[in-house]
């Protein structure tokens, strides 16, 4: 049942009493009943839509969302036009619900594009320090015991130009590059065992099938841990631009070492220094240092209502909502602020706590129509507090660009716009 709209004037009397009598009984003792609109009975006019039959499936055998949604859209920012090359897209967090990013709406990084994959012709060669080399069609990989399971994907450079000041004025911008979905694959250490792995090895490269032929390694623990071979996202085959028809999911690391398009996974004795893995993808240090292999997404989180493409409506009672994760595994509690954090609340999560998961959480607001400062904060199940960005700072200096997982603050207007803001 929707919170959002408990009291609005349902399309049918003889539902009315009904979710009277469910609905709003426990709820209307929270909003002493101030959230629907007077007048409900007005509403029962028979709407246009009402008057005749529509469309029959014949209409839409693939389905999509209502003409209404249109807005819900990936965006690129027009100052990053994509390129061959290089592009980016951000997922409208803005407008999503639940935990699950919509196959379409899933962000996107590519470094050359989105190649167009022949699933009867593509093959994985796994491959060096293996007893036996083997190849798999991705008919050979559905014979193997598969997983589905709920996992995020985040680009290292999520929030990189916010390292730099408070540059994008919309969340889709500021943390769009994370989406999440549930992963059907096979454990990679099924194939590596059906290989034979030889005594000595430590590391594997992954390699894409793109022109960009993306490589980046990974340690062989990690690989024996909870590594997929994933073919499926969301009930339906990976869509082109995750990686059809066969990525590598390394949950809760950094989105690049999630090849797509897998053609060959090499198992060696060391790390195989790719670009991808040192010109970039490695972090700055103060000492002047780059950090390698910083591989898991530690936690973040953010308010995602209200946001700057969602402002406060007006003064009185709101649900204040937002995202969590941790590359380190469950979300244990998200605190949030109204007075940039001088003073915290307990939010609930809602729904399920998975691990490395996106978790969602909710916290009711009174909004007395003042300026006001939000921040969310994560504690991950390891203990780990997701820092502000003195903290981060004060350990990274301010040259990195990748792994920014500081808390965001959002700034509410007297006249409920909300602002990007760093709070210092
Ligand atoms: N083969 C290949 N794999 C790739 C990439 C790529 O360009 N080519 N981009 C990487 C980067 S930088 C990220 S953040 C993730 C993005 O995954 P998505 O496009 O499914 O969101 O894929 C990674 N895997
Ligand atoms: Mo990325």
Redesign the pocket.
């Known amino acids: 049942m929707s919170k959002s709209k408990p009291a609005s004037a349902p399309q049918q009397p003889g539902r009315r009493g009904f979710l009277r009598n469910t609905l709003l009984t426990g709820f209307t003792a929270l909003t002493a009943g101030r959230l629907g609109q007077a007048n409900a009975t007005e509403s029962l006019a028979v709407p246009s839509w009402s008057k005749h039959p529509g469309p029959g499936v014949d209409a839409a055998p693939y389905g999509q969302p209502s003409g209404f949604e249109k807005h819900v859209v990936r965006r690129f920012l027009p100052w990053m036009r994509p390129t061959r090359q290089s592009s980016v897209s951000f997922s409208p967090l803005q407008d999503l619900h639940g935990i699950i990013t919509p196959n379409g709406l ?7 594009g989105v190649p167009q994959v022949d699933p009867g012709q593509h093959q994985l060669i796994i491959h060096g320090m293996v007893d036996k080399p083997l190849k798999f069609t991705l008919e050979d990989l559905k014979r193997f015991p598969s997983v589905s399971r709920v996992h995020f ?1 985040e ?3 999520n929030g990189a130009m916010e390292q730099r000041g408070a540059v994008n004025n919309g969340l889709q911008f500021t943390h769009g ?1 994370i ?1 999440s979905a549930e992963w059907t694959g096979v454990p990679l250490k099924l194939l590596l065992s059906e290989a034979g792995v030889r005594k000595g090895a430590k590391w594997l490269l992954a390699e ?3 022109a ?1 032929g ?1 490589a980046r390694s990974f340690p062989m623990d990690k690989a024996l841990d909870d590594a997929i071979i994933a073919f499926a996202q969301n009930g339906e085959m990976l869509r082109p ?3 059809y028809p066969m ?1 590598l999911l390394l949950p809760g690391w950094e ?2 070492a ?4 897998l053609r060959r996974l090499e198992v060696g004795d060391r790390p195989w220094e790719m670009r991808e893995e040192t010109s970039t993808y490695t972090d700055l240090m103060p000492s002047g240092k780059a950090r390698q292999f910083t591989f898991i997404q530690e936690a973040k989180s953010v308010i995602t209502f209200p946001c700057p493409e969602r402002r406060v409506p007006g003064k009185g009672l709101h649900m204040v909502e937002g995202l969590a994760w941790s590359g380190e595994g469950k979300v244990k509690r998200v605190d949030v602020s109204f007075d940039g954090g001088r003073n915290w609340q307990q939010a609930r999560i809602k729904g399920p706590q998975l691990d490395k998961s996106l978790t969602r959480f909710e916290i009711e607001w009174q909004w007395n129509g003042q300026p006001a400062y939000l921040q969310s904060r994560v504690i991950d199940e390891t203990g780990y507090v997701q820092p502000s960005y003195q903290q981060l700072r004060a350990v990274r200096g301010t040259n990195f660009m990748y792994h920014n997982n500081a808390i965001q603050t959002w700034m509410v207007n007297a006249d409920g716009e909300v602002e990007n803001v760093q709070l210092g």
């Open positions: 899933f962000f996107e990084r590519h470094h050359a994907v680009c290292a450079g590059m989406s894409g099938a793109d960009a993306l631009e995750q990686g990525r989105g690049v999630n090849v797509k398009w």
